[in-house]
């Protein structure tokens, strides 16, 4: 029964709800609580009061763990394993990535090349601001902001500034010096 509600909920979200308008709109017409409502049925552990925006993409959602208070943004495009902790902002156009092509074998194409999936965590209190990409294996600590349209290929310490291609420490929140 519940891979049953699984695939029902995944049909709906990506037929229907999906589509449905952002939920900032004044039409929305409740778009946000029947995503929210769909994503329990598909997400591996959902908490209470989360955001999942217009356009969101999420493969299967089956690997996917998101924290209280915490959204996807407008057009986002995630894939699992992925946990997202409590109060995380995450705004539109944001990709995160948890698997990679390999290019060492030149017999094989490359496009049948893959690395193993890698899990991606994000921590409590997180923004991570419009048109970020997130690479796989990487966690971003509590507290961290990273700007827009960062590349990030390693971990985020705590209370962390972060921003360019690739991203490095800007400064620190808590006034620690970089």
Same mark, same amino acid.
């Given at each position: 029964? &519940? &891979?049953?509600?699984?695939? @029902?909920c995944?049909m ?16 929305s017409?409740?778009s946000?609580?029947i995503?929210?409502?769909?994503? &329990?049925g598909?997400? &591996?552990?959902?908490?209470?009061n989360i ?6 993409f999420?493969?299967?959602g ?13 057009n986002?495009?995630v894939s699992?394993p992925?946990? @997202?902790?409590?109060d ?5 156009d #944001? ?10 074998r030149?017999?094989i ?10 899990? #991606? #965590?994000?921590?409590?209190? %997180?923004? @991570?601001a419009a ?12 507290g ?5 349209g960062?590349? %990030?290929?390693k ?12 991203a490095? %420490? ?9």
């Amino acid at each position: 029964m &519940k &891979k049953l509600r699984y695939y @029902i909920c995944l049909m709906l979200y990506y037929s229907i709800a999906r589509h449905l308008p952002g939920s900032d709109m004044i039409y929305s017409l409740g778009s946000k609580r029947i995503r929210r409502f769909l994503c &329990k049925g598909i997400f &591996k552990k959902t908490g209470k009061n989360i955001n999942i925006e217009h356009g969101t993409f999420f493969g299967s959602g089956a690997d996917i763990e998101i924290g209280d208070n915490s959204g996807l943004g407008v057009n986002s495009r995630v894939s699992g394993p992925l946990k @997202i902790g409590n109060d995380v902002m995450i705004g539109p156009d #944001v990709m995160i990535f948890t698997q990679n092509h390999r290019n060492d074998r030149l017999d094989i194409p490359m496009r049948l090349q893959t690395d193993p999936k890698r899990q #991606v #965590v994000i921590e409590d209190d %997180v923004w @991570i601001a419009a048109r970020v990409i997130v690479l796989p294996g990487v966690t971003i600590h509590k507290g961290a902001i990273v700007g827009a349209g960062a590349v %990030v290929t390693k971990d985020v310490p705590e209370y962390a500034v972060v921003g360019g291609n690739p991203a490095k %420490v800007i400064k620190y929140r808590d006034g620690k010096k970089v």
